[in-house]
Nanobody, 126 residues
Framework: QVQLVESGGELVQAGDSLRLSCAASGGTLSMYAMGWFRQAPGKEREFVADSRRSGGSTYYADSVKGRFTISRDNTKNTVYLQMNSLKPEDTAIYYC???????????????????WGQGTQVTVSS
Protein backbone atom coordinates (compact mmCIF):
# COMPACT_ATOMS: atom_id res chain seq x y z
CA GLN A 1 0.00 0.00 0.00
CA VAL A 2 1.48 3.33 -1.05
CA GLN A 3 1.71 6.26 1.35
CA LEU A 4 1.65 9.84 0.08
CA VAL A 5 2.98 12.96 1.78
CA GLU A 6 2.45 16.41 0.28
CA SER A 7 4.58 19.44 1.02
CA GLY A 8 5.27 22.91 -0.29
CA GLY A 9 2.05 24.71 0.50
CA GLU A 10 2.30 28.20 1.93
CA LEU A 11 0.88 31.73 1.88
CA VAL A 12 1.79 33.60 -1.31
CA GLN A 13 0.61 36.68 -3.18
CA ALA A 14 -1.39 36.73 -6.38
CA GLY A 15 0.88 36.27 -9.37
CA ASP A 16 3.47 34.26 -7.45
CA SER A 17 4.60 30.74 -8.22
CA LEU A 18 4.73 27.70 -5.97
CA ARG A 19 5.78 24.08 -6.38
CA LEU A 20 4.07 21.33 -4.45
CA SER A 21 5.69 17.95 -3.92
CA CYS A 22 4.16 14.57 -3.22
CA ALA A 23 6.54 11.92 -1.93
CA ALA A 24 5.40 8.31 -2.29
CA SER A 25 6.59 5.38 -0.21
CA GLY A 26 5.63 1.73 -0.08
CA GLY A 27 5.18 1.51 -3.82
CA THR A 28 6.87 2.19 -7.15
CA LEU A 29 5.58 5.47 -8.53
CA SER A 30 5.86 4.39 -12.15
CA MET A 31 3.15 1.79 -11.50
CA TYR A 32 0.60 4.41 -10.41
CA ALA A 33 -1.55 7.01 -12.06
CA MET A 34 -1.06 10.19 -10.03
CA GLY A 35 -3.39 13.10 -9.54
CA TRP A 36 -3.68 16.43 -7.79
CA PHE A 37 -6.99 17.62 -6.37
CA ARG A 38 -7.92 20.62 -4.26
CA GLN A 39 -10.64 21.52 -1.82
CA ALA A 40 -11.61 25.04 -0.84
CA PRO A 41 -13.65 25.76 2.31
CA GLY A 42 -17.27 24.82 1.82
CA LYS A 43 -16.65 23.27 -1.58
CA GLU A 44 -16.23 19.75 -2.88
CA ARG A 45 -12.87 18.31 -3.73
CA GLU A 46 -12.07 19.09 -7.36
CA PHE A 47 -9.70 17.75 -9.96
CA VAL A 48 -6.61 19.79 -10.79
CA ALA A 49 -4.28 17.61 -12.86
CA ASP A 50 -3.25 14.01 -13.47
CA SER A 51 -0.30 12.10 -14.85
CA ARG A 52 -0.91 8.68 -16.38
CA ARG A 53 1.45 5.93 -15.36
CA SER A 54 2.50 5.16 -18.92
CA GLY A 55 3.16 7.30 -21.93
CA GLY A 56 3.63 10.50 -20.02
CA SER A 57 0.15 11.85 -20.74
CA THR A 58 -1.05 14.67 -18.53
CA TYR A 59 -4.45 16.31 -18.15
CA TYR A 60 -5.60 19.52 -16.50
CA ALA A 61 -8.73 21.22 -15.27
CA ASP A 62 -9.69 24.15 -17.46
CA SER A 63 -9.25 26.50 -14.52
CA VAL A 64 -5.52 25.74 -14.25
CA LYS A 65 -4.60 24.89 -17.84
CA GLY A 66 -1.62 26.94 -18.97
CA ARG A 67 -0.70 27.90 -15.39
CA PHE A 68 -0.10 24.57 -13.62
CA THR A 69 2.16 21.71 -14.65
CA ILE A 70 2.19 18.20 -13.21
CA SER A 71 5.38 16.20 -13.46
CA ARG A 72 6.89 13.15 -11.89
CA ASP A 73 10.36 11.94 -11.04
CA ASN A 74 10.08 8.18 -10.81
CA THR A 75 13.66 7.88 -9.58
CA LYS A 76 12.72 9.97 -6.53
CA ASN A 77 9.22 8.51 -6.25
CA THR A 78 7.91 12.07 -6.23
CA VAL A 79 5.21 13.94 -8.12
CA TYR A 80 5.22 17.71 -8.46
CA LEU A 81 2.68 20.40 -9.18
CA GLN A 82 4.25 23.60 -10.47
CA MET A 83 1.78 26.45 -10.02
CA ASN A 84 2.40 29.76 -11.78
CA SER A 85 0.39 32.99 -11.94
CA LEU A 86 -1.48 32.04 -8.80
CA LYS A 87 -4.86 33.60 -8.15
CA PRO A 88 -6.85 34.03 -4.92
CA GLU A 89 -9.33 31.45 -6.23
CA ASP A 90 -6.52 28.87 -6.19
CA THR A 91 -6.64 28.98 -2.39
CA ALA A 92 -7.39 25.48 -1.12
CA ILE A 93 -5.98 22.38 0.48
CA TYR A 94 -4.15 20.47 -2.24
CA TYR A 95 -4.21 16.69 -2.18
CA CYS A 96 -2.05 14.17 -3.97
CA UNK A 97 -3.65 10.88 -5.03
CA UNK A 98 -2.49 7.59 -6.52
CA UNK A 99 -4.10 4.60 -8.18
CA UNK A 100 -2.81 1.35 -9.60
CA UNK A 101 -5.88 0.18 -11.51
CA UNK A 102 -4.72 0.14 -15.11
CA UNK A 103 -8.27 -0.27 -16.45
CA UNK A 104 -9.72 2.81 -14.73
CA UNK A 105 -9.93 5.81 -17.06
CA UNK A 106 -11.71 8.58 -15.14
CA UNK A 107 -8.72 10.12 -13.45
CA UNK A 108 -10.59 13.42 -13.08
CA UNK A 109 -12.84 11.91 -10.42
CA UNK A 110 -12.18 11.36 -6.72
CA UNK A 111 -13.27 7.73 -7.24
CA UNK A 112 -10.42 7.33 -9.69
CA UNK A 113 -7.90 7.07 -6.87
CA UNK A 114 -7.38 4.57 -4.09
CA UNK A 115 -4.73 6.38 -2.07
CA TRP A 116 -4.63 9.93 -0.78
CA GLY A 117 -2.22 12.16 1.07
CA GLN A 118 -3.14 14.37 4.01
CA GLY A 119 -3.05 17.59 1.98
CA THR A 120 -1.07 20.82 2.05
CA GLN A 121 -2.57 24.30 2.41
CA VAL A 122 -2.08 26.87 -0.33
CA THR A 123 -3.29 30.39 0.37
CA VAL A 124 -3.11 33.11 -2.27
CA SER A 125 -3.66 36.66 -1.08
CA SER A 126 -4.87 39.40 -3.40
Amino acid sequence: QVQLVESGGELVQAGDSLRLSCAASGGTLSMYAMGWFRQAPGKEREFVADSRRSGGSTYYADSVKGRFTISRDNTKNTVYLQMNSLKPEDTAIYYCAADQRSWYSRRDLVDGYSYWGQGTQVTVSS
